[in-house]
């Protein structure tokens, strides 16, 4: 149980377009999912909270306007990254949490975004 | 000061060999303990959970100290299968917030 999955686990663009990712929770619903980037040698870092039916909460130094995030039902998150640049090529995960669940985090695969 | 700092390696230790990681966290809020694995350009994946009194998996054992705010990893009989970044991860009191550790890269040769 407890199954994350993103789409599309790999992507491709040419600066300035926006990609959207996807991230579900499959046999579980879940109130709060996160968003994760992780550069090449680097941990995890948090990019924000997304609370279903609320708005995402932005860790500091995160940009709100660039990195869109939609939390429109229980089993799904949506984290936009609006007018790519190379910069912004990087492994974004997100996770989700059981509304049942206190603290652990389920992951999905991750989506790789490289941008031209 | 980073809130979860660990060694990044890279650890090579042979097969067969112990290793232990060490993990200090610097937050006194942090309520449960974790070690993820990830493997190269894949999600992490809970290794265990870290418990106050200690505990053990199979060739894993995770300890907690509080009182130095320090975790730590063993890992027995190590496998070639065990290559792998190891992540020490914290969680806040009363949020789902976790906070990941920079990793620590092991590699274990034949």
């Known amino acids: 149980g407890a199954v994350v999955s993103q789409h599309p686990s790999r992507v491709i663009c040419k600066s300035g377009t926006s990609v959207k990712i996807e991230c579900r929770s499959l046999?579980?619903?879940?109130?709060?999912m996160f968003w994760y980037r992780q550069f090449p040698k680097q941990s995890l870092m948090l990019m924000a909270t997304?609370?279903?039916?609320?708005?995402?909460?932005?860790e500091q130094g995160v940009e709100k306007d660039k990195f869109l995030i939609n939390h429109a039902s229980l089993t799904l998150s949506t984290l936009t990254v609006t007018s790519a640049h190379p910069e912004d090529s990087s492994f974004y995960i997100c996770?989700?949490?059981?509304?049942?669940?206190?603290?652990?985090?389920?992951f999905g695969p991750g989506t790789r975004l490289t941008v031209l | 000061r980073k809130e979860v700092e660990q060694d990044p390696g890279p650890f090579n230790v042979p097969e067969g060999a112990t290793v232990a990681f060490n993990c200090t966290y610097s937050?006194?809020?942090?309520?449960?303990f974790f070690w993820y694995r990830q493997d190269c350009r894949k999600e992490p994946k809970l290794l265990m959970s870290v418990y106050s009194s200690g505990n053990e998996d199979g060739r894993f054992t995770a300890q907690l100290n509080r009182a130095s705010q320090y975790i730590s990893l063993l890992i027995r009989d190590s496998k070639l299968s065990d290559s792998a970044t190891y992540l020490c991860?914290?969680?806040?009191?009363?949020?789902?917030?976790?906070?990941f550790g920079t990793g620590t890269r092991l590699k274990v040769l034949a």
């Open positions: 997304s609370n279903e039916g609320s708005k995402a909460t932005y």
């Open positions: 046999d579980f619903q879940a109130t709060t």
């Open positions: 996770s989700a949490v059981p509304g049942t669940s206190v603290s652990e985090q389920f």
């Open positions: 991860v914290v969680n806040l009191r009363g949020t789902y917030k976790y906070i």
């Open positions: 937050n006194s809020a942090s309520q449960s």
